[in-house]
T-cell receptor
Framework: NAGVTQTPKFRVLKTGQSMTLLCAQDMNHEYMYWYRQDPGMGLRLIHYSVGEGTTAKGEVPDGYNVSRLKKQNFLLGLESAAPSQTSVYFC???????????FGPGTRLTVL | EDQVTQSPEALRLQEGESSSLNCSYTVSGLRGLFWYRQDPGKGPEFLFTLYSAGEEKEKERLKATLTKKESFLHITAPKPEDSATYLCAVGHSSASKIIFGSGTRLSIRP
C-alpha cells in the first residue's frame, strides 16, 4: 500500500517550457488535491477534484490545468512555465468531503 | 470567514522540556480538526483527527485535545527527533477543502 505517490521528485524547467506532474493514490479516495508550498506562504490550494472526471479551482489556479481521467490519478499541467511557479508541489487525497487528507512526498520544481 | 491560527510561530525547547502548541479556529460546521507533522523537504504526515469538543488523542509523546474554539498539541518530554513543523487544519461539513494554519516550527535541542 504505497498511499500517495508523485512523479517526478525534482524537475528544472526553462521559462516557457511545459510539463505534467503525476499524482497517484491507491486508497480508493474520491477527493484529490494539488497544493503548492512556498517559504512563508504555507500550503495554497491550486486545483482539486471531487471524483473521476471532475475538477475545480482552488485559491491559486492561474497558470495551471488539471485532469482526473481515472479515479486513482490526478495530473497537474503547466503549459508555459514561469519563474513564479518555482515551488514545491504536493498532491493529497481524502476519502470524502472535509475529511483528513493524506499527502504525497512532493515535487520540487525550479523554473529558470 | 473560516480561519485557522497557530501559535507560536516557532518554539525552541530543551530535550525533556514539555510544552504545548496552540491552534485557534473559527469554522461553521466543523467536520474535524487535523494535526500534521512536516519534516523539511517532505510532505505533511497525518497525525490525528479530533471530531468534537472534549476529545483527546495520543501518539507516543504527543497528545491532542479539542475545545469549541481551539486545539492544543501537548508534547511531553520531547526528543530531538520531534523537531518538525506541526500543522493544524480544519474540515468543514459542507466544503470540499480543508483550511490549514501556517504551522509551528518546533526545535528540540539535545
Amino acid at each position: 500500500n504505497a498511499g500517495v505517490t508523485q512523479t517526478p521528485k525534482f524537475r528544472v524547467l526553462k521559462t516557457g517550457q511545459s510539463m505534467t506532474l503525476l499524482c497517484a493514490q491507491d486508497m480508493n479516495h474520491e477527493y484529490m488535491y494539488w497544493y503548492r508550498q512556498d517559504p512563508g506562504m504555507g500550503l495554497r490550494l491550486i486545483h482539486y477534484s471531487v471524483g473521476e472526471g471532475t475538477t475545480a479551482k482552488g485559491e491559486v489556479p492561474d497558470g495551471y490545468n488539471v485532469s482526473r481521467l481515472k479515479k486513482q490519478n490526478f495530473l497537474l499541467g503547466l503549459e508555459s512555465a514561469a519563474p513564479s511557479q518555482t515551488s514545491v508541489y504536493f498532491c493529497a487525497s481524502s476519502y470524502s468531503r472535509g475529511n483528513e487528507q493524506f499527502f504525497g512526498p512532493g515535487t520540487r520544481l525550479t523554473v529558470l | 470567514e473560516d480561519q485557522v491560527t497557530q501559535s507560536p510561530e516557532a518554539l525552541r525547547l530543551q530535550e525533556g522540556e514539555s510544552s504545548s502548541l496552540n491552534c485557534s479556529y473559527t469554522v461553521s460546521g466543523l467536520r474535524g480538526l487535523f494535526w500534521y507533522r512536516q519534516d523539511p523537504g517532505k510532505g505533511p504526515e497525518f497525525l490525528f483527527t479530533l471530531y468534537s469538543a472534549g476529545e483527546e488523542k495520543e501518539k507516543e509523546r504527543l497528545k491532542a485535545t479539542l475545545t469549541k474554539k481551539e486545539s492544543f498539541l501537548h508534547i511531553t518530554a520531547p526528543k530531538p527527533e520531534d523537531s518538525a513543523t506541526y500543522l493544524c487544519a480544519v474540515g468543514h461539513s459542507s466544503a470540499s477543502k480543508i483550511i490549514f494554519g501556517s504551522g509551528t516550527r518546533l526545535s528540540i535541542r539535545p
